[in-house]
Nanobody
Framework: VQLQASGGGLVQAGGSLRLSCAASGSTFSTYAVGWFRQAPGKERDVVAAINKSGTNTYYADSVKGRFTVSRDNAKNTVYLQMNGLKPEDTAVFYC???????????????????WGQGTQVTVSS
């Protein structure tokens, strides 16, 4: 599967962005998807994840209540709605996918096999 992340940009603190992860080349509904971010000089961390059926989600503590992950398998797309953005959210955001038979939420980068190219999110104070 090929992944294309989009929707990043520059936004003021308190603003919102919606990231999209569009997939092609395979049956997207068989893949669990995660969103990760990496700030300069820091490790790549999980932000949110969703199972292949879209029935379960996971959020990092730092984004709970502000970010929402969802998916539309008919459109082969996963979304990350980000509200209440803070300067510390500034990072390159990546989506990743892993074929998963169990319909589980996958919270670790090492579990993912396919990665998109990343989209920059910059939050100004």
């Amino acid at each position: 599967v090929q992944l294309q992340a989009s929707g990043g940009g520059l936004v003021q603190a308190g603003g919102s962005l919606r990231l999209s992860c569009a997939a092609s080349g395979s049956t997207f509904s068989t893949y669990a998807v995660g969103w990760f971010r990496q700030a300069p000089g820091k490790e790549r961390d999980v932000v949110a994840a969703i199972n292949k059926s879209g029935t379960n989600t996971y959020y990092a503590d730092s984004v709970k209540g502000r970010f929402t992950v969802s998916r539309d398998n008919a459109k082969n797309t996963v979304y990350l709605q980000m509200n209440g953005l803070k300067p510390e959210d500034t990072a390159v955001f990546y989506c990743a996918a892993a074929r998963d038979r169990r319909d589980a939420v996958l919270g670790y980068a090492t579990l993912y096999d396919y990665w998109g190219q990343g989209t920059q999110v910059t939050v100004s104070s």
